[in-house]
Protein backbone atom coordinates (compact mmCIF):
# COMPACT_ATOMS: atom_id res chain seq x y z
CA UNK A 1 0.00 0.00 0.00
CA UNK A 2 3.00 2.60 0.91
CA UNK A 3 4.56 1.76 -1.84
CA UNK A 4 1.84 2.37 -4.02
CA UNK A 5 1.05 5.82 -2.93
CA UNK A 6 4.94 6.42 -3.04
CA UNK A 7 5.04 5.30 -7.09
CA UNK A 8 1.25 6.55 -8.09
CA UNK A 9 2.96 10.62 -8.42
CA UNK A 10 5.29 9.12 -10.59
CA UNK A 11 3.28 6.44 -12.61
CA UNK A 12 2.34 7.32 -16.25
CA UNK A 13 -0.75 7.04 -15.79
CA UNK A 14 -0.71 9.81 -13.27
CA UNK A 15 0.87 11.57 -15.49
CA UNK A 16 -1.05 11.23 -18.54
CA UNK A 17 -4.07 12.28 -16.71
CA UNK A 18 -2.39 15.23 -14.76
CA UNK A 19 -1.68 16.24 -18.12
CA UNK A 20 -5.04 16.02 -19.74
CA UNK A 21 -6.82 17.72 -16.71
CA UNK A 22 -4.10 20.53 -17.26
CA UNK A 23 -5.00 20.90 -20.67
CA UNK A 24 -8.72 21.15 -20.04
CA UNK A 25 -7.92 24.90 -18.87
CA UNK A 26 -7.45 26.21 -22.57
CA UNK A 27 -9.44 24.08 -23.96
CA UNK A 28 -12.28 24.81 -21.98
CA UNK A 29 -11.91 28.58 -23.06
CA UNK A 30 -11.31 27.86 -26.51
CA UNK A 31 -14.68 25.64 -26.94
CA UNK A 32 -16.56 28.04 -24.35
CA UNK A 33 -15.76 30.99 -26.98
CA UNK A 34 -16.61 29.30 -29.98
CA UNK A 35 -19.51 27.33 -28.97
CA UNK A 36 -21.16 30.52 -27.28
CA UNK A 37 -20.16 32.77 -30.30
CA UNK A 38 -21.63 30.28 -32.88
CA UNK A 39 -24.53 29.27 -31.22
CA UNK A 40 -25.83 32.43 -29.41
CA UNK A 41 -25.47 34.09 -33.60
CA UNK A 42 -27.12 31.34 -34.97
CA UNK A 43 -30.26 32.02 -32.64
CA UNK A 44 -29.53 35.65 -32.83
CA UNK A 45 -30.46 35.58 -36.21
CA UNK A 46 -32.80 32.86 -36.62
CA UNK A 47 -35.40 34.88 -37.40
CA UNK A 48 -33.53 35.76 -40.90
CA UNK A 49 -32.70 32.48 -43.23
CA UNK A 50 -28.98 32.43 -42.29
CA UNK A 51 -29.62 31.70 -38.59
CA UNK A 52 -30.69 28.50 -38.70
CA UNK A 53 -28.72 27.32 -41.39
CA UNK A 54 -25.79 28.37 -39.32
CA UNK A 55 -27.14 26.81 -36.16
CA UNK A 56 -26.82 23.24 -38.10
CA UNK A 57 -23.35 24.13 -38.96
CA UNK A 58 -22.37 24.59 -35.44
CA UNK A 59 -24.48 21.56 -34.63
CA UNK A 60 -22.07 19.48 -37.14
CA UNK A 61 -18.86 21.12 -36.07
CA UNK A 62 -19.41 20.13 -32.39
CA UNK A 63 -20.01 16.53 -33.53
CA UNK A 64 -16.45 16.78 -34.81
CA UNK A 65 -15.26 18.32 -31.39
CA UNK A 66 -16.82 16.00 -29.72
CA UNK A 67 -14.78 13.68 -31.61
CA UNK A 68 -11.16 15.06 -31.16
CA UNK A 69 -12.34 15.05 -26.86
CA UNK A 70 -13.27 11.02 -27.30
CA UNK A 71 -9.75 10.66 -28.58
CA UNK A 72 -8.18 12.90 -25.88
CA UNK A 73 -10.12 11.08 -23.57
CA UNK A 74 -9.13 7.09 -24.66
CA UNK A 75 -5.50 8.15 -25.09
CA UNK A 76 -5.02 10.15 -21.83
CA UNK A 77 -7.33 9.14 -19.83
CA UNK A 78 -7.75 5.47 -21.03
CA UNK A 79 -11.57 5.67 -21.46
CA UNK A 80 -13.50 3.24 -23.42
CA UNK A 81 -16.03 5.25 -24.81
CA UNK A 82 -18.12 3.25 -27.48
CA UNK A 83 -18.25 5.67 -30.72
CA UNK A 84 -21.55 6.91 -32.03
CA UNK A 85 -22.29 6.96 -35.61
CA UNK A 86 -19.83 8.45 -37.69
CA UNK A 87 -20.99 12.14 -38.89
CA UNK A 88 -20.42 11.88 -42.21
CA UNK A 89 -22.43 8.39 -42.23
CA UNK A 90 -24.93 10.40 -40.16
CA UNK A 91 -25.14 13.03 -42.74
CA UNK A 92 -25.46 11.13 -45.71
CA UNK A 93 -28.71 8.78 -43.72
CA UNK A 94 -29.92 11.78 -43.14
CA UNK A 95 -29.96 12.84 -46.90
CA UNK A 96 -31.26 9.91 -47.69
CA UNK A 97 -33.88 9.22 -45.47
CA UNK A 98 -35.74 12.84 -45.59
CA UNK A 99 -36.97 14.73 -48.66
CA UNK A 100 -36.27 18.52 -49.13
CA UNK A 101 -33.27 21.05 -47.57
CA UNK A 102 -36.10 22.01 -44.56
CA UNK A 103 -36.39 18.64 -43.28
CA UNK A 104 -32.96 17.72 -43.05
CA UNK A 105 -32.28 20.97 -41.60
CA UNK A 106 -34.80 20.13 -38.88
CA UNK A 107 -33.38 16.73 -38.47
CA UNK A 108 -29.76 18.04 -37.77
CA UNK A 109 -31.22 20.95 -35.40
CA UNK A 110 -32.98 17.95 -33.37
CA UNK A 111 -30.08 15.43 -33.24
CA UNK A 112 -29.73 14.80 -29.12
CA UNK A 113 -25.83 13.71 -29.83
CA UNK A 114 -24.96 16.81 -31.65
CA UNK A 115 -27.25 18.87 -28.62
CA UNK A 116 -25.07 16.64 -26.04
CA UNK A 117 -21.66 18.13 -27.75
CA UNK A 118 -22.81 21.32 -27.09
CA UNK A 119 -23.66 20.22 -23.62
CA UNK A 120 -20.05 19.39 -23.46
CA UNK A 121 -18.06 22.14 -24.98
CA UNK A 122 -19.82 24.83 -22.94
CA UNK A 123 -19.60 22.57 -19.39
CA UNK A 124 -15.36 22.42 -20.24
CA UNK A 125 -14.96 25.74 -19.28
CA UNK A 126 -15.79 25.82 -15.69
CA UNK A 127 -14.46 22.18 -15.43
CA UNK A 128 -11.23 23.03 -16.90
CA UNK A 129 -11.28 25.60 -14.66
CA UNK A 130 -11.50 23.57 -11.80
CA UNK A 131 -8.97 21.21 -13.18
CA UNK A 132 -5.91 23.90 -14.19
CA UNK A 133 -6.10 25.33 -10.61
CA UNK A 134 -5.98 21.69 -9.26
CA UNK A 135 -2.89 20.92 -11.47
CA UNK A 136 -1.46 24.02 -10.32
CA UNK A 137 -1.76 23.61 -7.08
CA UNK A 138 -0.80 19.81 -7.53
CA UNK A 139 2.32 20.10 -9.90
CA UNK A 140 2.89 23.71 -10.00
CA UNK A 141 2.81 24.36 -5.84
CA UNK A 142 4.63 20.98 -4.86
CA UNK A 143 7.54 20.69 -7.34
CA UNK A 144 8.45 24.70 -6.50
CA UNK A 145 8.34 23.50 -3.19
CA UNK A 146 10.54 20.18 -3.43
CA UNK A 147 12.87 22.66 -5.34
CA UNK A 148 12.92 25.30 -2.67
CA UNK A 149 16.11 24.57 -1.76
CA UNK A 150 17.54 25.20 -5.34
CA UNK A 151 15.93 28.45 -6.23
CA UNK A 152 16.41 30.02 -2.44
CA UNK A 153 19.51 30.92 -2.58
CA UNK A 154 19.54 33.61 -5.54
CA UNK A 155 16.49 34.77 -3.80
CA UNK A 156 18.31 35.75 -0.76
CA UNK A 157 21.62 37.36 -2.75
CA UNK A 158 19.44 38.99 -4.65
CA UNK A 159 17.86 40.71 -0.95
CA UNK A 160 14.46 38.90 -0.87
CA UNK A 161 13.81 36.69 2.30
CA UNK A 162 12.51 33.66 0.35
CA UNK A 163 9.34 31.60 1.18
CA UNK A 164 7.70 33.14 4.21
CA UNK A 165 4.15 33.21 6.49
CA UNK A 166 2.75 36.73 7.72
CA UNK A 167 5.57 38.61 6.68
CA UNK A 168 3.28 41.00 3.64
CA UNK A 169 2.45 43.37 6.92
CA UNK A 170 6.34 43.96 8.04
CA UNK A 171 5.26 42.71 11.52
CA UNK A 172 8.34 39.92 10.64
CA UNK A 173 6.81 36.41 10.87
CA UNK A 174 8.60 33.39 9.83
CA UNK A 175 10.98 32.61 6.70
CA UNK A 176 12.32 29.49 5.44
CA UNK A 177 15.93 30.59 5.46
CA UNK A 178 17.65 27.91 7.44
CA UNK A 179 19.37 24.80 6.31
CA UNK A 180 16.37 22.65 8.48
CA UNK A 181 13.56 25.16 7.36
CA UNK A 182 14.76 24.36 3.38
CA UNK A 183 14.31 20.52 3.92
CA UNK A 184 11.25 20.90 5.47
CA UNK A 185 9.53 23.32 2.86
CA UNK A 186 10.78 20.58 0.37
CA UNK A 187 9.48 17.33 2.58
CA UNK A 188 6.34 19.84 2.82
CA UNK A 189 6.40 19.86 -0.98
CA UNK A 190 6.72 15.38 -1.40
CA UNK A 191 3.63 14.82 0.80
CA UNK A 192 1.60 17.60 -1.23
CA UNK A 193 2.65 15.41 -4.48
CA UNK A 194 1.54 12.37 -2.89
CA UNK A 195 -1.26 13.61 -1.62
CA UNK A 196 -2.82 14.97 -4.74
CA UNK A 197 -1.97 12.07 -6.82
CA UNK A 198 -4.92 10.03 -5.48
CA UNK A 199 -7.31 12.99 -5.97
CA UNK A 200 -6.10 13.20 -9.47
CA UNK A 201 -7.07 9.98 -10.30
CA UNK A 202 -10.08 10.60 -8.75
CA UNK A 203 -10.92 13.79 -10.78
CA UNK A 204 -9.57 12.10 -13.64
CA UNK A 205 -12.33 8.83 -13.08
CA UNK A 206 -14.73 11.39 -12.96
CA UNK A 207 -13.98 13.25 -15.76
CA UNK A 208 -14.15 9.72 -17.64
CA UNK A 209 -17.95 9.47 -16.47
CA UNK A 210 -18.92 13.06 -17.50
CA UNK A 211 -17.37 12.74 -21.22
CA UNK A 212 -18.58 8.85 -21.82
CA UNK A 213 -22.11 10.15 -20.12
CA UNK A 214 -21.84 13.08 -22.78
CA UNK A 215 -19.88 12.35 -25.72
CA UNK A 216 -21.10 8.36 -26.02
CA UNK A 217 -24.03 7.17 -28.02
CA UNK A 218 -27.22 7.94 -26.23
CA UNK A 219 -29.62 4.97 -24.98
CA UNK A 220 -31.45 4.55 -27.55
CA UNK A 221 -29.10 4.72 -29.93
CA UNK A 222 -26.66 2.06 -28.11
CA UNK A 223 -30.32 -0.05 -27.58
CA UNK A 224 -30.84 -0.03 -31.16
CA UNK A 225 -27.11 -0.75 -31.90
CA UNK A 226 -27.97 -3.57 -29.70
CA UNK A 227 -30.87 -4.87 -30.93
CA UNK A 228 -29.09 -4.99 -34.32
CA UNK A 229 -26.14 -6.65 -33.57
CA UNK A 230 -28.99 -9.42 -31.73
CA UNK A 231 -30.55 -9.29 -35.42
CA UNK A 232 -28.18 -10.87 -36.67
CA UNK A 233 -26.76 -13.20 -34.33
CA UNK A 234 -30.53 -14.53 -34.64
CA UNK A 235 -30.13 -14.42 -38.22
CA UNK A 236 -26.93 -15.96 -38.57
CA UNK A 237 -28.15 -19.09 -35.72
CA UNK A 238 -31.04 -19.71 -37.83
CA UNK A 239 -29.13 -19.64 -41.33
CA UNK A 240 -27.33 -22.09 -39.26
CA UNK A 241 -30.07 -23.93 -38.42
CA UNK A 242 -31.48 -23.99 -41.63
CA UNK A 243 -28.19 -25.87 -43.08
CA UNK A 244 -27.98 -28.02 -40.33
CA UNK A 245 -31.51 -29.59 -41.47
CA UNK A 246 -30.58 -29.35 -45.00
CA UNK A 247 -27.81 -31.28 -44.64
CA UNK A 248 -29.29 -33.77 -42.59
CA UNK A 249 -31.94 -34.11 -45.07
CA UNK A 250 -29.48 -34.44 -47.96
CA UNK A 251 -27.40 -37.02 -46.03
CA UNK A 252 -29.73 -38.98 -44.13
CA UNK A 253 -33.30 -39.12 -45.04
CA UNK A 254 -32.87 -38.27 -48.26
CA UNK A 255 -30.28 -40.72 -49.65
CA UNK A 256 -32.33 -43.39 -47.96
CA UNK A 257 -35.41 -42.44 -49.65
CA UNK A 258 -33.53 -42.95 -53.00
CA UNK A 259 -32.13 -45.91 -52.29
CA UNK A 260 -35.34 -47.31 -51.10
CA UNK A 261 -37.10 -46.58 -54.52
CA UNK A 262 -34.55 -48.37 -56.19
CA UNK A 263 -34.73 -51.43 -54.37
CA UNK A 264 -38.74 -51.06 -54.64
CA UNK A 265 -37.69 -50.20 -58.35
CA UNK A 266 -35.68 -53.95 -58.89
CA UNK A 267 -38.62 -55.86 -56.54
CA UNK A 268 -41.21 -54.70 -59.50
CA UNK A 269 -39.29 -55.79 -62.07
CA UNK A 270 -38.69 -59.34 -60.01
CA UNK A 271 -41.97 -59.84 -59.37
CA UNK A 272 -43.05 -61.42 -62.50
CA UNK A 273 -39.82 -63.76 -62.85
CA UNK A 274 -38.81 -64.07 -59.08
CA UNK A 275 -41.93 -63.42 -56.55
CA UNK A 276 -39.88 -65.25 -53.26
CA UNK A 277 -36.36 -62.44 -54.02
CA UNK A 278 -39.41 -59.59 -55.19
CA UNK A 279 -41.17 -60.25 -51.41
CA UNK A 280 -37.47 -60.01 -49.88
CA UNK A 281 -36.53 -57.13 -51.55
CA UNK A 282 -40.43 -55.22 -50.14
CA UNK A 283 -39.81 -56.56 -46.98
CA UNK A 284 -36.27 -54.68 -46.40
CA UNK A 285 -37.63 -51.78 -48.09
CA UNK A 286 -40.70 -51.79 -45.17
CA UNK A 287 -37.73 -52.12 -42.42
CA UNK A 288 -35.75 -49.19 -44.15
CA UNK A 289 -39.09 -47.38 -44.42
CA UNK A 290 -39.74 -47.60 -40.17
CA UNK A 291 -35.10 -46.11 -40.41
CA UNK A 292 -36.10 -43.36 -42.74
CA UNK A 293 -39.28 -42.33 -40.13
CA UNK A 294 -37.33 -42.86 -37.23
CA UNK A 295 -34.73 -40.25 -38.84
CA UNK A 296 -37.65 -37.45 -39.42
CA UNK A 297 -39.03 -37.73 -36.21
CA UNK A 298 -35.35 -37.15 -34.71
CA UNK A 299 -35.27 -34.68 -36.77
CA UNK A 300 -38.68 -33.09 -36.15
CA UNK A 301 -37.66 -32.43 -32.81
CA UNK A 302 -34.64 -31.24 -33.32
CA UNK A 303 -36.75 -28.89 -34.76
CA UNK A 304 -39.58 -28.28 -32.23
CA UNK A 305 -40.71 -31.33 -30.81
CA UNK A 306 -44.05 -32.27 -30.37
CA UNK A 307 -44.06 -33.36 -27.02
CA UNK A 308 -43.32 -29.29 -26.17
CA UNK A 309 -46.05 -28.52 -27.87
CA UNK A 310 -48.59 -30.38 -26.54
CA UNK A 311 -47.35 -31.05 -22.23
CA UNK A 312 -45.33 -28.39 -21.56
CA UNK A 313 -41.82 -28.30 -20.54
CA UNK A 314 -42.06 -30.63 -17.60
CA UNK A 315 -42.35 -33.93 -19.87
CA UNK A 316 -40.70 -32.79 -22.63
CA UNK A 317 -37.36 -31.99 -20.18
CA UNK A 318 -38.22 -35.47 -18.80
CA UNK A 319 -37.70 -36.78 -22.13
CA UNK A 320 -34.33 -34.94 -22.66
CA UNK A 321 -33.34 -36.51 -19.32
CA UNK A 322 -34.51 -39.91 -20.40
CA UNK A 323 -32.25 -39.47 -23.27
CA UNK A 324 -29.21 -38.57 -21.79
CA UNK A 325 -26.05 -40.77 -20.37
CA UNK A 326 -26.05 -39.06 -17.18
CA UNK A 327 -28.89 -39.84 -14.32
CA UNK A 328 -30.47 -36.33 -14.03
CA UNK A 329 -33.31 -35.00 -12.43
CA UNK A 330 -36.12 -32.94 -13.35
CA UNK A 331 -37.55 -29.61 -11.37
CA UNK A 332 -40.20 -27.72 -12.87
CA UNK A 333 -41.91 -25.40 -10.86
CA UNK A 334 -44.19 -22.98 -13.07
CA UNK A 335 -48.09 -22.40 -12.47
CA UNK A 336 -48.34 -20.99 -15.89
CA UNK A 337 -46.56 -21.51 -19.13
CA UNK A 338 -44.66 -19.11 -20.81
CA UNK A 339 -45.39 -17.89 -24.36
CA UNK A 340 -44.15 -20.75 -27.43
CA UNK A 341 -40.93 -19.15 -28.14
CA UNK A 342 -39.21 -18.59 -24.87
CA UNK A 343 -40.54 -22.30 -23.76
CA UNK A 344 -38.84 -23.25 -27.01
CA UNK A 345 -35.55 -21.72 -25.94
CA UNK A 346 -35.79 -23.00 -22.42
CA UNK A 347 -35.98 -26.35 -23.95
CA UNK A 348 -33.17 -26.11 -26.59
CA UNK A 349 -31.25 -24.61 -23.72
CA UNK A 350 -31.39 -27.24 -21.52
CA UNK A 351 -31.13 -29.60 -24.37
CA UNK A 352 -27.80 -28.14 -25.40
CA UNK A 353 -26.36 -27.76 -21.43
CA UNK A 354 -27.45 -32.19 -20.74
CA UNK A 355 -25.47 -32.32 -24.07
CA UNK A 356 -22.01 -30.68 -23.15
CA UNK A 357 -23.25 -32.99 -19.62
CA UNK A 358 -23.14 -36.56 -21.61
CA UNK A 359 -19.83 -35.53 -23.32
CA UNK A 360 -17.43 -33.07 -21.28
CA UNK A 361 -18.74 -33.39 -17.89
CA UNK A 362 -17.87 -37.06 -16.36
CA UNK A 363 -20.09 -36.04 -13.92
CA UNK A 364 -22.13 -38.97 -12.46
CA UNK A 365 -25.19 -36.84 -11.31
CA UNK A 366 -27.00 -34.02 -13.21
CA UNK A 367 -30.12 -31.87 -12.39
CA UNK A 368 -32.25 -29.45 -14.26
CA UNK A 369 -34.74 -26.92 -12.19
CA UNK A 370 -37.03 -24.31 -13.78
CA UNK A 371 -38.71 -21.99 -12.09
CA UNK A 372 -40.29 -18.40 -12.87
CA UNK A 373 -38.71 -15.16 -10.64
CA UNK A 374 -40.90 -12.24 -11.40
CA UNK A 375 -40.85 -11.39 -15.01
CA UNK A 376 -38.16 -14.06 -15.57
CA UNK A 377 -37.95 -17.89 -16.16
CA UNK A 378 -35.04 -19.20 -14.55
CA UNK A 379 -33.12 -22.41 -16.25
CA UNK A 380 -30.37 -24.40 -14.13
CA UNK A 381 -28.09 -27.07 -15.09
CA UNK A 382 -26.06 -28.85 -12.31
CA UNK A 383 -23.64 -31.55 -12.05
CA UNK A 384 -20.92 -33.00 -10.33
CA UNK A 385 -18.06 -33.43 -12.95
CA UNK A 386 -14.83 -32.15 -13.48
CA UNK A 387 -15.78 -28.28 -14.18
CA UNK A 388 -13.59 -26.01 -15.61
CA UNK A 389 -16.18 -24.95 -18.49
CA UNK A 390 -15.44 -21.12 -19.30
CA UNK A 391 -17.84 -19.63 -22.40
CA UNK A 392 -14.30 -17.63 -22.40
CA UNK A 393 -12.69 -20.59 -23.96
CA UNK A 394 -14.46 -20.75 -27.23
CA UNK A 395 -16.66 -23.28 -26.44
CA UNK A 396 -20.56 -23.77 -27.29
CA UNK A 397 -21.40 -21.93 -24.01
CA UNK A 398 -20.47 -19.36 -26.22
CA UNK A 399 -22.94 -19.20 -28.90
CA UNK A 400 -25.66 -20.05 -26.68
CA UNK A 401 -25.09 -16.83 -24.43
CA UNK A 402 -25.30 -15.16 -27.76
CA UNK A 403 -28.57 -16.91 -28.56
CA UNK A 404 -30.29 -15.60 -25.49
CA UNK A 405 -28.62 -12.63 -25.39
CA UNK A 406 -30.48 -12.03 -28.20
CA UNK A 407 -33.71 -12.57 -26.85
CA UNK A 408 -32.60 -10.31 -23.79
CA UNK A 409 -31.62 -13.56 -22.20
CA UNK A 410 -28.46 -13.91 -19.48
CA UNK A 411 -25.99 -16.91 -19.29
CA UNK A 412 -23.95 -17.15 -16.10
CA UNK A 413 -21.62 -20.02 -15.80
CA UNK A 414 -19.81 -21.24 -12.66
CA UNK A 415 -17.60 -24.01 -12.87
CA UNK A 416 -14.59 -24.26 -10.82
CA UNK A 417 -11.51 -26.56 -11.14
CA UNK A 418 -12.91 -30.16 -10.04
CA UNK A 419 -16.74 -29.09 -10.07
CA UNK A 420 -19.42 -29.07 -9.33
CA UNK A 421 -20.53 -27.02 -12.44
CA UNK A 422 -23.85 -24.99 -12.23
CA UNK A 423 -24.97 -23.40 -15.21
CA UNK A 424 -28.00 -20.66 -15.02
CA UNK A 425 -30.12 -19.04 -17.62
CA UNK A 426 -32.38 -16.66 -17.19
CA UNK A 427 -35.15 -15.51 -20.17
CA UNK A 428 -37.47 -12.27 -20.12
CA UNK A 429 -41.05 -14.23 -19.17
CA UNK A 430 -44.00 -13.83 -21.50
CA UNK A 431 -47.24 -15.14 -21.12
CA UNK A 432 -48.69 -17.14 -23.34
CA UNK A 433 -52.50 -15.72 -23.00
CA UNK A 434 -51.17 -12.37 -23.74
CA UNK A 435 -48.83 -13.39 -26.69
CA UNK A 436 -52.53 -14.97 -28.42
CA UNK A 437 -54.51 -11.50 -27.41
CA UNK A 438 -51.81 -9.30 -28.78
CA UNK A 439 -51.78 -11.61 -32.46
CA UNK A 440 -55.44 -11.32 -32.41
Known sequence: MIKTLLRMPFEPRTLREGLHLL???????????????????????????????????????????????????????????????????????????????????????????????????????????????????????????????????????????????????????????????????????????????????????????????????????????????????????????????????????????????????????????????????VDEAHGEVKVVLQELRDLARGIHPAILTDRGLGPSLSVLAARCTVPVTVDVELAARPAEAVEGIAYFTVSELLQNVSKHSGARRAAVEIWRADDRLMVQVLDDGRGGADPAAGSGLAGLADRLAAVDGVLAVDSPRGGPTTVSAALPWRDRAAVGVRRG
Open 23 to 281: LNGPLGVLSMVLTVTFLATGFGLSVTFIGLPLLALTLIALRWWAKVSRGRARVMLGARIEEPERTGAWLRRVRREETGWLAVLGRVLKEGQSWRGAAHALLLLPWGAFTFLLMGVAWAGSLSMVTYPLWFWPLRDAGEPGIGIGTDGGGGGWVSDTPFELVLVALQGVALLLVTAPVIRGVAAAERWMTAALLGPSAAAARVRELESDRAAVVDTSAADLRRIERDLHDGAQARLVALAMDLGMAKEKLATDPEAAARM
